[in-house]
């Protein structure tokens, strides 16, 4: 690891003795390899190639874990936690999912729905993989230009001896990084399909009534739980 500077102040030692030909050669080198570098970020960055390895890493975890695989609901909710929370935006997720209901909550009524939002979406998520029967993922190819800022990340789910599954995510990017703030289950929205549901609360009990509901929601012991 040391060896590097000392290489570049060595190079930086002999730079007078360097005509323009070799100036110019050596920029021409150091600009292509900036090239290759900003390639492979920019490649490891994209919107596809993230969904790809959380997905691989929480898959690998799961077809290891027995405790997984027969049901540990805690286990499960600890995998996403630490894999898959990162990578998602549960602010905008709860906005979509309340509509125009979203605009009357205060600062501190929007904090508490995306808890409980994000808690709700992390149990669900945590029992689809409690569920996990041997299923595989097919990636398939996202176009992305230079500029776009909101792309969907279209996949399968392969089932033995079942019709593939469509699973796209909408991911946005943000300053972190690329985040999802929505995943479409065969042509349905995981985050707007709770919308009728969160109006109706609001239009009965306001806004703190659906910070209520979901909150005693979450509060519910899940089945098979250990």
């Known amino acids: 690891m040391r060896a590097e500077p000392l290489l570049l102040k060595g190079a930086c030692g002999r730079v007078g003795l360097f ?21 492979v970020f920019a490649q490891e960055d994209s919107p596809d190639a993230l969904i790809k390895k959380v997905t691989d890493d929480v898959l690998t975890i799961v077809r290891q874990d027995k405790d997984i695989q027969s049901g540990n609901t ?4 600890e ?3 630490a894999k898959v929370l990162p990578h998602f935006n549960f602010q905008r997720m709860t906005a979509l999912a309340m ?4 605009r009357q909550a205060t600062p501190e009524q929007k904090k508490r729905l995306s808890e409980e939002f994000k808690t709700l979406l ?11 029967k041997d299923q595989s993922v097919r990636y398939k190819p996202t176009k992305v230009q230079g ?17 593939p599954i469509q699973l796209n995510y909408s991911v946005e990017k943000q300053p972190e990084g690329w985040k999802v ?3 479409v289950v065969a042509g349905v929205s995981l985050v707007t399909n709770y919308r009728d549901t969160f109006n109706q609360e609001v239009r009965a009990n306001g806004i703190d009534g659906l910070v209520l509901m979901l909150g005693n929601k979450n509060k519910q012991p899940e089945s098979g739980k250990k």
């Open 74 to 77: 805690r286990k499960a909710i």
């Open 147 to 163: 500029d776009d800022t909101d792309v969907v990340v279209r996949t399968e789910i392969l089932q033995p001896g079942g019709k």
């Open 19 to 39: 005509g323009k030909r070799e100036m110019r050669s050596l920029f021409s080198l150091l600009f292509g390899v900036f090239l290759l570098v900003a390639s």
């Open 122 to 132: 992390v149990r669900t998520y945590s029992n689809a993989l409690t569920g996990y």
């Open 79 to 81: 995998l996403v936690e």
């Open 181 to 183: 703030y929505d995943v």
């Open 99 to 102: 509509g125009k209901d979203w």
